[in-house]
């Protein structure tokens, strides 16, 4: 069974940076696609951001990119998003999800991951 488990959410002021991790156990990490989603108070989640096997292909949403990074290291099992210059309206809980697929493949459709994690909460204040 996979699971993942996200950490490194928190309360910071807007401008500010943050790191979530997102550990992924009970399979090869290094053949999932992985990605990171958002969902705000009263709204859908959405996607941020998209990582494949090994790092060399990763899309953002239009919202993040420029400010945040998603980066992975096989080796430890882990996903980080670096988040940069952040904005209030960045706060949701970040979620981390994995699937397994093709080496270049990248996905930011979040009903194609069968495994998720529990979520992580960033808040931003202005």
Sequence with gaps: QVQLVESGGGLVQAGDSLRVSCVVSGRTFSTYTTGWFRQAPGKEREFVATINWNGDNTLYAASVKGRFTI??????????????????????????????????????????????????QVTVSS
Excluded at 95 to 105: G, I, N, Q, R, V
């Design 71 to 120: 980066s992975r290291d096989n080796a430890k099992d882990t996903v980080w998003l670096q988040m940069n210059s952040l904005k209030p309206e960045d706060t949701a809980v970040y979620y981390c999800a994995a699937k397994p697929a093709l080496p270049f493949m990248i996905i930011p459709t979040s009903g194609q991951y069968p495994y998720w994690g529990q979520g992580t």
